[in-house]
């Protein structure tokens, strides 16, 4: 059995380690948000801010991590790995472009390190508007729905033109590249 001041000195240490290691992942998590065009110009407190409350997600290859309807309370940003994003036929888009349902080719769009996903259904307050599979073994930062909201409100006009420039191409059937 640990003495008094033994189990002192151990649950310190323990203390110390959590604490340097969140330190250094939430350092890690800001040069990851960082580096993502999306957020590059966010002072270095709010990034800072940001990270405290991202959580990290890992998926398996084939893993879907949205499907097209359900309830979307979560934005990613892929840290490593692949995504798809398909089955994304869209009422509203067919309706704008007057298309037909049978007029669309089953078109997808793949997500890369740095690109982010899940912003719809938080921005508009929709379902989900597609499903979302990894191609490969894939981490995500993830924000939960009220974080989301509360820090990033600010940039959902930058969202939803990358939203509708990633919608467009995926519609033509025009292989996305990322832009960062």
Same mark, same amino acid.
């Given at each position: 059995?640990?003495?008094?001041? !033994?189990?002192?000195?151990?649950? *310190?240490?323990?203390?110390?380690?959590?604490?340097?290691?969140?330190? *250094?992942?939430?350092?890690?998590? $800001? @040069?990851?948000? =960082?580096?993502?065009?999306?957020?590059?110009?966010?002072?270095? !407190?709010?990034? %800072? @801010?940001?990270?405290?409350?991202?959580?990290?997600?890992?998926?398996? %290859?084939? %893993?879907?991590?949205? !499907?097209? =309807?359900?309830?979307?309370?979560?934005?990613?940003?892929?840290?490593?790995?692949?995504?798809?994003? *398909?089955? #994304? +036929?869209? /009422?509203?888009?067919?309706? !704008?472009?007057?298309?037909?349902?049978?007029?669309? &080719? /089953?078109?997808?769009?793949?997500?890369?390190?740095?690109?982010?996903?899940?912003?719809?259904?938080?921005?508009?307050?929709? #379902?989900?508007?597609?499903? $979302?599979?990894?191609?490969? /073994?894939? +981490?995500?930062? $993830?924000? @939960?729905?009220?974080?989301?909201?509360? #820090?990033? =409100?600010?940039?959902?006009?930058? #969202?939803?033109?990358?939203?509708?420039?990633?919608?467009?191409?995926?519609?033509?059937?025009?292989?996305? &590249?990322?832009?960062?």
């Amino acid at each position: 059995m640990l003495s008094a001041g !033994a189990l002192n000195d151990v649950i *310190s240490l323990f203390r110390k380690y959590i604490a340097s290691t969140t330190a *250094s992942n939430i350092d890690q998590i $800001v @040069k990851d948000l =960082g580096h993502t065009k999306l957020l590059a110009n966010l002072p270095l !407190a709010h990034l %800072t @801010k940001l990270a405290t409350h991202t959580t990290t997600e890992y998926f398996d %290859t084939g %893993t879907r991590i949205i !499907a097209k =309807g359900e309830f979307g309370d979560k934005f990613y940003l892929i840290k490593q790995g692949r995504v798809r994003c *398909s089955n #994304m +036929s869209s /009422p509203l888009y067919l309706r !704008a472009t007057g298309w037909r349902l049978s007029d669309c &080719k /089953p078109c997808h769009v793949d997500l890369e390190p740095g690109d982010h996903f899940g912003e719809r259904a938080l921005i508009r307050d929709e #379902m989900r508007a597609c499903d $979302v599979t990894a191609l490969e /073994p894939t +981490s995500c930062h $993830v924000l @939960k729905r009220e974080h989301f909201v509360s #820090m990033l =409100g600010s940039l959902t006009e930058t #969202m939803e033109r990358s939203l509708a420039i990633k919608v467009k191409v995926a519609h033509q059937c025009i292989p996305y &590249k990322s832009t960062r």
